[in-house]
């Protein structure tokens, strides 16, 4: 109750003190670029109900293309790239916040389909209202300038990046509280500005590089063991980073996740038991 509250008084002051700046852009984006103001995307909400999320429009109108954006994206807007470099770009979503369907700092929302990939980890996350920025979405500030120089940006995306999202705020919500919120909002505004300073949350991964393309090896009568191949080796850090998240939920919450978790983990737990059991039963 006291942390919607909050989300309402300050979602509230934001719009009104960020209202010229709002004004400003939409002007220049009407001006510079023809198709509306505002770009509304499905985002998976608490308790897995799909919304709205606003944005101010950054790409070309009426351009398909894939719903991430991995990389230089050449549907992105002039102005559009200074609304993403600069974070303005996200400021709509304060209306979100005030209607209810987000909160100020809580785990980013992403697409229906992410969540249905990664469906055990945010049936956990999805108690709570995904929030406008969190330690997770703090470090990958510079996520799309990561993953151009991957060579497979989806793969790099789900196997490496996901993960880490996942277990930063399964981390963050074992010890969020009123005060640590308004820690992360004061950095999201310090990072915004210097995005250095997300340092704070840890280093970023490593971009994987697929080897060169090489000739087959001549078949031999003597064959050595096989090379772990770069897809091998990504579905092994996957699986890693996978098992961490589930052994979080499964034994790292308790009364540490309280703070934002309506109902005790232990009712998850059993929940989670009792899905797994339909779902082994569908399969006979």
Same mark, same amino acid.
């Given at each position: 109750m006291v942390k919607r509250l909050v989300d309402i008084v300050v979602s509230a002051f934001l719009l009104l003190v960020a209202a010229p700046v709002l004004f400003l852009a939409a002007l220049v984006i009407w001006m510079t670029s023809p198709g509306p103001i505002l770009f509304r995307q499905v985002r998976m909400g608490r308790d897995f109900q799909p919304f709205n999320i606003l944005k101010l429009r950054t790409m070309a109108h009426a351009k398909g293309g894939l719903e991430y954006t991995l990389g230089p994206d050449p549907r992105i807007t002039p102005i559009g790239r200074i609304l993403r470099r600069t974070k303005l770009d996200e400021l709509p979503q304060l209306w979100n916040v005030l209607r209810g369907d987000m909160s100020l700092v809580g785990p980013r929302p992403v697409l229906p389909q992410l969540t249905q990939e990664f469906r055990r980890q945010y049936a956990f996350l999805l108690r709570i209202r995904p929030g406008l920025t969190d330690p997770a979405s703090i470090k990958y500030i510079r996520e799309t300038e990561l993953l151009a120089r991957a060579s497979e940006p989806m793969d790099f995306f789900k196997t490496v990046v996901t993960p880490d999202k996942l277990r930063i705020s399964f981390q963050y919500m074992g010890r969020a509280n009123l005060w640590t919120d308004a820690i992360v909002l004061l950095i999201t505004a310090v990072v915004c500005f210097f995005p250095s300073a997300s340092r704070i949350?840890?280093? &970023?991964?490593?971009? &994987?590089?697929?080897?060169?393309?090489?000739?087959?090896?001549?078949?031999?009568?003597?064959?050595?063991?096989?090379?772990?191949?770069?897809?091998?080796?990504?579905?092994?850090?996957?699986?890693?980073?996978?098992?961490?998240?589930?052994?979080?939920?499964?034994?790292?919450?308790?009364? &540490?996740?309280?703070?934002?978790?309506?109902s005790p983990v232990s009712d998850f737990q059993s929940e989670s038991s009792s899905s797994n059991a339909r779902e082994s039963a569908s399969r006979l």
């Amino acid at each position: 109750m006291v942390k919607r509250l909050v989300d309402i008084v300050v979602s509230a002051f934001l719009l009104l003190v960020a209202a010229p700046v709002l004004f400003l852009a939409a002007l220049v984006i009407w001006m510079t670029s023809p198709g509306p103001i505002l770009f509304r995307q499905v985002r998976m909400g608490r308790d897995f109900q799909p919304f709205n999320i606003l944005k101010l429009r950054t790409m070309a109108h009426a351009k398909g293309g894939l719903e991430y954006t991995l990389g230089p994206d050449p549907r992105i807007t002039p102005i559009g790239r200074i609304l993403r470099r600069t974070k303005l770009d996200e400021l709509p979503q304060l209306w979100n916040v005030l209607r209810g369907d987000m909160s100020l700092v809580g785990p980013r929302p992403v697409l229906p389909q992410l969540t249905q990939e990664f469906r055990r980890q945010y049936a956990f996350l999805l108690r709570i209202r995904p929030g406008l920025t969190d330690p997770a979405s703090i470090k990958y500030i510079r996520e799309t300038e990561l993953l151009a120089r991957a060579s497979e940006p989806m793969d790099f995306f789900k196997t490496v990046v996901t993960p880490d999202k996942l277990r930063i705020s399964f981390q963050y919500m074992g010890r969020a509280n009123l005060w640590t919120d308004a820690i992360v909002l004061l950095i999201t505004a310090v990072v915004c500005f210097f995005p250095s300073a997300s340092r704070i949350y840890g280093e &970023l991964p490593d971009v &994987l590089t697929a080897p060169p393309a090489k000739r087959p090896p001549k078949q031999s009568k003597f064959r050595g063991k096989p090379k772990r191949s770069y897809a091998f080796a990504n579905e092994r850090r996957f699986a890693r980073a996978a098992a961490h998240s589930e052994e979080t939920v499964e034994n790292g919450a308790h009364d &540490l996740y309280r703070p934002w978790i309506p109902s005790p983990v232990s009712d998850f737990q059993s929940e989670s038991s009792s899905s797994n059991a339909r779902e082994s039963a569908s399969r006979l």
